[in-house]
Nanobody, 118 residues
Framework: QVRLVESGGGLVQPGGSLRLSCAAS????????ISWFRQAPGKEREGVSC????????YYADSVKGRFTISRDNAKNTVYLQMNSLKSEDTAVYYC???????????WGKGTLVTVSS
């Protein structure tokens, strides 16, 4: 019933761009803060970005600040993560999560793989 589905991942060269989507079904996305996490093999899960469900404030990890932009389209029940100037260290599985507050995760998507390589 409650589902989050990520899409938009793929293979991109360093310096390239991708836009990830997090589409919700079974609930109204604008009630929730939506966080993007990523995890690469051998690394801890990292919070990448979040957009709050209360004030709509956006937050970014220092590692992506200035390169990534989070946004939401409530009419489409979708949150986006625009990723520019991608680096090899951005390679990871990216997950979106929904909760009352940023960085909490009551609901998870299954992830989408982003590979940045030449």
């Amino acid at each position: 019933q409650v589902r989050l589905v990520e899409s938009g991942g793929g293979l991109v060269q360093p310096g390239g761009s991708l836009r990830l989507s997090c589409a919700a079904s079974g609930f109204t996305l604008d009630y929730y803060a939506i966080s993007w996490f990523r995890q690469a093999p051998g690394k801890e899960r990292e919070g990448v970005s979040c957009i709050s469900g209360i004030g709509g404030s956006a937050y970014y990890a220092d590692s992506v600040k200035g390169r990534f932009t989070i946004s939401r389209d409530n009419a489409k029940n979708t949150v986006y993560l625009q990723m520019n100037s991608l680096k090899s260290e951005d390679t990871a599985v990216y997950y979106c999560a929904a909760a009352e507050r940023c960085w909490d995760h009551d609901y998870w998507g299954k992830g989408t793989l982003v590979t940045v390589s030449s």
